[in-house]
């Protein structure tokens, strides 16, 4: 099975600490890139069977629910779907409940709701369009219509003590899925300035913990996220168990038969030769082995000895023993009899273990 992922690059506006490629619109979405994206689909020569779709962006909410309609169509004319997880992304300010009704309608079974924080102080620092209130309203408009819908929050930007009342909030509205990250200061972004503003790494450890202990009735399945029994994102899973998947749009990024490739960045190339790329790497074996014991490292079921011996015939260990041997040592990493996989220690310091498996 393959994971579908549609990128839809339009904002409003871009948030000054944000760094995914995107395009600011006051109006509508082009209707050209809605058939550059579908012309993409319907040419892929790749695999047929699909088990996730996931619109991310930028904000794909800016979609109309004619177009979400055709490009779903495409999808669905392309791929054979079986059970699929159907997600998008969304922004609290373009949600009402007609709109949400019209997504569901028409297959998509998952939202994710981009609330970052439920303070004004803190939504003013990081630029976004929404206020608190309207945080409030698509929260109340999405958890009465869907039954499976998660919410990204941002923990480190000022104030810091914030925090804990945001997590509440999410809280109160029973997400199945809350993924906190920490807030970066990307140096190509407007918030590339500002670094000296950002928190040390004692205050990230606290407010992350402090994520930890106020969702502890979720599963911390994965370094930022957190799901309620039977909600993890499956299309996410795909990326942390370094599996295939499919991209479109400007910018969408592809790991098929080994080979990663990147679509196009700019949007009038894309919509002048849409899947046309950027890039294309032919990954080694040795890569592909090194990127999956890194990515499951990220899950706290960590990687099982039976998955990777049926992926590439080996014993983890023949591969990477010394390395894991040294993760262990520090504390990094367990070890079972069919299992390596992070202890607390390890997630809070993840980084750490890639570049142990890299060296």
């Known amino acids: 099975m393959t994971g579908i992922y549609l990128h839809i ?54 979609l109309g629910p004619g177009m979400l309609e055709r490009i779903l169509a495409a999808v669905c004319s392309r791929f054979v779907l079986d059970g ?77 003590d914030a925090w804990e009342a945001t997590l509440d909030a999410c809280l109160s509205y029973a997400p199945k899925h809350v993924s906190t990250y920490g807030l970066t200061y990307e140096p190509e972004t407007p918030f590339g300035a500002r670094r000296g503003e950002g928190i040390d790494d004692e205050t990230w450890l606290e407010l992350y913990r402090r994520a930890e202990a106020r969702l502890a009735a979720y599963d911390h399945y994965e370094i930022s996220n957190y799901a309620l029994p039977g909600y993890a994102c499956r299309h996410n899973l795909i990326y942390w168990r370094n599996l295939e998947y499919a991209g479109f749009g400007p910018a969408a990024y592809s790991f098929l038969g080994g080979v990663r490739s990147r679509n196009r960045v700019p949007l009038d190339e894309y919509l002048a030769a849409p899947g046309a790329k950027s890039e294309t790497v032919h990954l080694a074996d040795r890569e ?12 706290r079921v960590g990687l099982s000895r039976k998955s990777y011996f049926d992926r590439f015939g080996c014993d983890v260990r023949e591969d990477f023993g010394a390395a894991l041997d040294r993760l262990i040592g520090r504390g990094l990493v367990e070890e079972d009899a069919a299992t390596f996989r992070p202890t607390r220690s390890g997630c809070e310091l993840n980084n750490e273990m890639g570049l142990a498996l890299v060296d």
Not at 25 to 36: L, R, T
Not at 103 to 114: A, K, P, Q, T
Not at 116 to 124: A, K, W
Not at 288 to 299: D, K, S, Y
């Open 288 to 299: 592909i082995r090194v990127e999956t014991v890194i990515q499951h490292l990220r899950l």
């Open 9 to 62: 690059p339009f904002c409003r506006t871009r948030c000054p600490y944000c760094d995914f490629v995107s395009n600011a619109i006051s109006g509508p979405v082009p209707d050209a890139f809605v058939e550059a994206v579908c012309r993409e689909i319907n040419e892929f020569a790749g695999p047929e069977m699909a088990n996730t779709v996931f619109m991310g962006g930028g904000t794909p909410s800016l």
């Open 84 to 160: 699929p997880e159907i997600t998008i992304e969304a922004n609290p300010d373009d949600v009402t409940p007609e709109l949400v009704d019209a997504w569901l309608s028409m297959g998509v079974n998952r939202i994710s709701l981009g609330v970052q924080s439920f303070d004004e102080r803190v939504l003013r620092y990081l630029g976004r369009r929404h206020d608190a209130d309207g945080a409030r309203r698509a929260s109340v408009a999405v958890s009465e219509r869907c039954a499976n819908w998660g919410m990204d929050l941002i923990f480190g930007a000022p104030p810091i």
